[in-house]
């Protein structure tokens, strides 16, 4: 398995899941732009694992993922730094939630929505399209979670936003084939990154304790896997979700 030539884009670049990404990116020779809302820990997080690939791999670019100007802007950039995409991760997510009959719709569903859904669709896009332009090829990789698969506490406006990241998977991985384009979703159980540091630590020993191995799953064992599926190593996987659970949904 190599990366090795390989230019990837990995959107929540700077949180959990997204550095460990960017970081096994570059150990297979990949050259990477951290994108994230946070303009300035994306730099910070680019700087922190420069030494970790070939001189000169990584690069940083700031995008809000729910503005699709944004998003195509950041697959302009990564084109302008490296020549060319063959991987989008689109992982940049933001969770929690109230009871479902507590919600104000305007606070508790449109921005979670704008973020978790509507960014991987624009992602899907921007990138599909560079992919295009280049001649056909490339990945994308979607960030769902096992909440896109079933109910959950607190979790109507995630779990809707991830279960339409499995349906756009589905239905980009089928009308992208034709260009040589693969389309993968993942879905992560519990996985110790700042994301679930916002629950309470007895929910979060709940969390672990639901988990086969009985601990929180790493953000490097997520990474190991996204940089399989964006190698040609995995070149057979296509439109489906791969499951980083750790046995959660058996
Ligand atoms: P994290 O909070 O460490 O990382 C999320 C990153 O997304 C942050 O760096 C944040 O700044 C960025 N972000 C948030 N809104 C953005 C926007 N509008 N535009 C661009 N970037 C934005 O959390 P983690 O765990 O690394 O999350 C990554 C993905 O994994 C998310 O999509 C999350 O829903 C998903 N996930 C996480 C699980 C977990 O247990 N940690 C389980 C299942 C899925």
Redesign the pocket.
Known sequence: MTLENKVALV??G?????LATVRAFLRQGAKVVV????EV?AKAAAEEVADEGTPGSVASVG????VFEQVEAAVAAAVDRFGRLDVMFN?????GGKPLLEHDPAVDYAPMIR??QD?VYYGILAAGRQFRAQGGGGVIIN?????GEQAAELAFTYSAA?AAVISFTRSAAYELAHQGTRVVAI?????A????NQFSPELRALFASELLRNTMTQ?EEVADVVAFLASDASNVINGTVVSCDDGYSV
């Open positions: 959107t929540g700077a949180g959990g899941i997204g994108a994230d809302v946070d820990r995008v809000d993922v729910s992982n940049a997510g933001i969770a973020v978790d960014g960030t769902s979670s096992i909440y991830k879905t992560p159980g519990r996985v990154t700042p994301i679930i953000p």
